[in-house]
């Protein structure tokens, strides 16, 4: 069993809607980041957060640290937001990061 | 200010040959990591720098991986001889060394390697 688990693992919509992308983990943390990474390009951190809700345009992330539990939400979903979205938590002490395997997304016009 | 940067963005070799990729973190960060995405599988952990030292490399999955980074500045991961699971994507990142905190990772843009 992988330490970060993330799911759903692929996932489609319609221009529009809300998504959520969950993530879990099961080692201490000190931090917890969501990447995005679109075909063939690199990797853009999107959050880095340790306790609470942080917000960005349309995009939500939240952590429960009791939980050991984080979720990305995109609002008003757009076909420009497809893309990997990745999961990786900072193990604590050693700033090592732990990923989990990505959420494919695809939004649809 | 430039952000980590890497070379090549893709590299095609065969089998037995050697491969050299370099990465060149953001100008003032001692903290400079490799990670490396294979097919199918998660990104993982190869080593962490801090400076010229080798902090962690508990990742790196054989002693065909050879990563350098004298005088604290960029970093190469030479894989010699290749071989065919060695492809994949391999990713920079870099953050400073505050005490104390943790300093976020900035990522470069990859590098995709594929040894056929």
């Known amino acids: 069993k992988n330490e970060v688990e993330q799911s759903p693992q692929n996932l489609t919509a319609q221009e529009g809607e809300f998504i959520t992308i969950n993530c879990s983990y099961s080692?201490?943390?000190?931090?917890l980041h969501w990447l995005q990474q679109h075909p063939g390009g690199g990797i853009v951190s999107l959050f880095m957060l340790s306790s609470g809700k942080k917000k960005h345009g349309r995009l939500i992330a939240t952590i429960n640290i009791q939980e050991k539990h984080s979720s990305l939400h995109i609002t008003a979903s757009h076909p420009r937001d497809s893309a990997v979205y990745i999961c990786a938590v900072v193990s604590y002490n050693t700033d090592k990061l732990i990923f989990g395997t990505g959420t494919r997304l695809q939004v649809f016009p | 200010e430039a952000g980590v940067t890497q070379f090549p963005s893709h590299s095609v070799i065969e089998k037995g040959q050697t491969v050299t990729l370099r990465c060149d973190p953001i100008?003032?960060?001692?903290?400079l990591y490799w990670y490396r995405r294979v097919m199918g599988k998660e990104i993982k952990f190869l080593l962490h720098f801090v400076k010229e030292s080798k902090q962690d490399e508990s990742g790196m999955p054989n002693n065909r991986f050879l990563a350098e980074r004298t005088g604290g500045t960029y970093s190469t991961l030479k894989v010699q001889p290749a071989e065919l699971e060695d492809s994949g994507v391999y990713f920079c990142?870099?953050?400073?060394?505050?005490?104390?905190?943790?300093?976020?990772?900035?990522f470069g843009p990859g590098t995709r390697l594929t040894v056929l």
């Open positions: 080692v201490g943390i000190s931090a």
């Open positions: 100008s003032g960060h001692d903290n």
């Open positions: 990142a870099s953050s400073q060394r505050l005490a104390g905190v943790y300093n976020e990772q900035f």
